[in-house]
């Protein structure tokens, strides 16, 4: 009597290779899912928090694919109405306006200038316009205005350095080195500052800082600047003692740089001299209270 004999059938070796090979998958499964649990307790966040951090950038990701095929289509405006409703409920508006770089000037003055932005869906929030409306504040040399989402706009300011006080008909104002006005300053304050003086002389004040540099050494002792006819300068010292330069650049940094060369030599500030007059070339003309002629000198030597 003959037996069939069936081929193909589930030996034993398959049977405990299939178990080994489920047995290491689960072994890795548990090891992946320790690594990730490791790995997930090392970060700062809940789960909860990661969990909407991914919704919002898959929201994110949406609302950028339906502007893009928005604006193929040829309706913008519609689309970005869209996705600033979708925006909103997503929570991504402005909600908070943090100011940095504030020092000296009036932090609520930024505020006030930002504020009108909040509850603002972030992407109608136009960063141009806002910068170009905190740059119109005396004190902002420059900004820039950034987005922080889900719901924060950065303002960054650099502001201006005071540099010098100008003397104004009826005021006096603090000045950075461009000449621009920051703000209206008392006369016991402006004590500490260089002072500025003479019709036109808030345009001129890079050209006097060159001027001063040609004589480093006496820059600390010039208390008052005066600008002359639209064409020269006269120094006042800290000593009371005044200079008249020519005009000029090249003549007027020539001349202060010789005087403080005769200065150096036999000490002239501090002196008896009242006036020193450098507009002839090079003479000086020194006047001394008391004498009914002024002494002359040559600067050079």
């Given at each position: 009597m003959s037996r069939k004999v069936k081929r193909g059938?589930?030996?034993?070796?398959?049977?405990?290779?299939?178990?080994?090979?489920?047995?290491r998958v689960s072994s890795a499964r548990r090891q992946?899912?320790?690594?990730?649990?490791?790995a997930l307790a090392l970060l700062?966040?809940?789960?909860?928090?990661l969990q909407k951090f991914f919704l919002a950038m898959i929201l994110g990701g949406a609302a950028a694919f339906a502007w893009f095929v928005a604006s193929l289509a040829g309706v913008p405006a519609m689309a970005q109405a869209q996705i600033a409703t979708l925006a909103s409920e997503a929570g991504f508006e402005v909600r908070r306006v943090?100011?940095?770089g504030v020092d000296r000037m009036n932090e609520l003055a930024v505020y006030e200038r930002v504020?009108?932005?909040?509850?603002?869906?972030?992407?109608?929030?136009?960063?141009?316009?806002?910068r170009a409306d905190v740059l119109e504040l005396d004190w902002v040399k420059d900004a820039r205005i950034s987005r922080q989402l889900?719901?924060?706009?950065?303002v960054d300011i650099l502001e201006r350095e005071p540099h010098a006080v100008l003397r104004k008909p009826d005021r006096l104002v603090l000045i950075d080195d461009e000449g621009v006005a920051l703000e209206p300053i008392s006369a016991a304050n402006a004590k500490a500052w260089l002072l500025i003086k003479g019709p036109?002389?808030?345009k001129q004040v890079a050209y006097l800082d060159d001027l001063l540099d040609a004589a480093p050494a006496l820059r600390p002792h010039v208390a008052e600047a005066e600008w002359i006819g639209n064409r020269r300068w006269d120094l006042t010292f800290k000593t009371g003692q005044m200079l008249a330069l020519p005009q000029g650049d090249r003549e007027a940094s020539r001349a202060l740089m010789s005087f403080a060369r005769l200065d150096g030599v036999n000490r002239l500030l501090g002196g008896q001299?009242?006036?020193?007059d450098m507009r002839q070339g090079s003479r000086i003309y020194m006047r001394v209270p008391g004498h009914s002629e002024s002494e002359t000198a040559e600067a050079g030597e």
């Open positions: 059938g589930t030996g034993a070796r398959k049977v405990a290779r299939r178990q080994g090979t489920q047995r992946t899912g320790s690594y990730m649990g490791g700062p966040f809940t789960e909860e928090q943090e100011v940095r504020l009108g932005q909040q509850d603002q869906a972030m992407p109608l929030v136009d960063l141009d316009l806002i889900p719901d924060t706009l950065i036109g002389a808030q001299v009242a006036s020193f």
